[in-house]
């Protein structure tokens, strides 16, 4: 039986297509829903036409996108679009861990409104039924106790989790640096920073040498490459200048002060989640997420945990990388045979 696991987000799509237990095959899409609904409608399509999946497994965020004038509206028209494309059986993920039928998910729209971490918890609880799971995405930070094999965070929605820490609206892809610090030292001397959209925290990444080039998944601020000049140049434009002005050496040293900072976000996240939870630092940390060896691992050691694992070494690189849509995938398998 063939079984996709699918994680429709507001910029990325991913899925994960198993053959009985066995990972068949994955994708990882950059479709930014306010740009581009018909994208979305294409890739589904193709997924349908190549592969004819027998069950489905949904999970979503991308309702929160501004296409939509409510989240309620987003999910109807997500699930809508999943139900014309795919002509195997549909399970829709709430935020309970829990599948529902369509009819179901459109009377409690808000139950599927950013349930994915959820799956992610389920996943790493399999195999560390007692852990701290850190997912650092393109765009989002998920601080997720887990205990029992189950997620027991103090906030089940997004809006909960900012206010606990255990969200945060920040990425190693997508966020812009200014968000991160308006003003940097840099050879004894104080930079104010443009607060424009001329750079992301990729570019940063790229120019630090940790963020591969086929990993920079989104697109670029000026349209234009992913190489790490390119990046240099979009950097230099935050000091409202370029690199005929700039020397690299600044350059380098203003992505470190930007990587610096988004660090110090998530351990301040971290440390307040510990303390909520009452977490004890020998607890195991569980790392996923495109950013967990960029960003998480830094910041779990600086928070004080010592044992500190990425989901690859559990699972294998997909898992760590797409985790909600390799969850679902086998928990959609499992809701069907029980």
Request: aromatic share 10%; proline share 4%; glycine share 6%.
């Given at each position: 039986m063939r079984s996709l696991g699918l994680d429709i987000g507001g910029a990325n799509t991913k899925a994960v297509l198993f053959e009985d237990e066995e990972m068949e095959t994955y994708w990882l899409e950059y479709i930014p829903l306010w740009e581009?609904?018909?994208?979305?409608?294409?890739?589904?399509?193709?997924?349908?036409?190549?592969?004819?999946?027998?069950?489905?497994?949904?999970?979503?965020?991308?309702?929160l996108s501004d296409i939509f004038e409510t989240k309620r509206a987003g999910v109807r028209k997500i699930g809508k679009t999943v139900k014309e494309i795919f002509s195997g059986d549909l399970y829709y993920f709430s935020v309970d861990g829990r599948f529902v039928s369509e009819e179901k998910a459109?009377?409690?729209?808000?139950?599927?409104?950013?349930?994915?971490?959820?799956?992610?918890?389920?996943?790493?609880?399999r195999k560390r039924p007692n852990c701290l799971m850190i997912d650092v995405g393109s765009t989002t930070t998920d601080i997720i106790p887990v205990k029992e094999k189950k997620p027991t965070p103090a906030g089940w929605t997004d809006l909960e989790r900012l206010q606990t820490g255990e969200l945060i609206y920040t990425g190693v892809l997508r966020t812009q640096p200014p968000?991160?610090?308006?003003?940097?030292?840099?050879?004894?001397?104080?930079?104010?920073?443009?607060?424009?959209?001329?750079?992301?925290m990729a570019d940063a990444y790229r120019i630090l040498d940790v963020l591969r080039k086929e990993d920079?998944?989104?697109?670029?601020?000026?349209?234009?490459?992913?190489?790490?000049?390119?990046?240099?140049?979009?950097?230099?434009?935050?000091?409202?200048?370029?690199?005929?002005?700039?020397?690299?050496?600044?350059?380098?040293?203003?992505?470190?002060e930007f990587r610096d900072a988004q660090v110090s976000m998530v351990v301040d996240a971290i440390k307040e989640v510990a303390r909520i939870h009452k977490i004890s630092k020998t607890l195991s940390v569980v790392l996923m997420g495109v950013g967990g060896e960029i960003?998480?691992?830094?910041?779990?050691?600086q928070a004080g945990f010592k044992e500190i694992v990425n989901l690859s070494k559990i699972y294998n690189d997909v898992a760590t990388?797409?985790?909600?849509?390799?969850?679902?995938?086998?928990?959609?398998?499992?809701?069907?045979?029980?």
């Open positions: 581009d609904w018909k994208k979305l409608r294409e890739f589904l399509e193709e997924l349908e036409s190549d592969f004819h999946p027998q069950k489905v497994g949904i999970t979503m965020t991308g309702e459109y009377d409690s729209p808000y139950k599927l409104s950013a349930s994915n971490w959820v799956s992610s918890a389920l996943l790493v609880g968000y991160l610090k308006s003003r940097l030292s840099i050879n004894d001397k104080s930079y104010g920073i443009a607060a424009e959209y001329f750079a992301n920079y998944t989104c697109e670029t601020p000026d349209g234009r490459g992913k190489e790490k000049k390119a990046c240099m140049r979009r950097l230099a434009r935050l000091f409202c200048s370029d690199l005929e002005k700039l020397e690299e050496d600044l350059i380098v040293k203003a992505a470190e960003l998480a691992r830094k910041a779990a050691n990388l797409m985790p909600p849509a390799y969850g679902l995938g086998l928990l959609v398998k499992e809701e069907v045979t029980s």
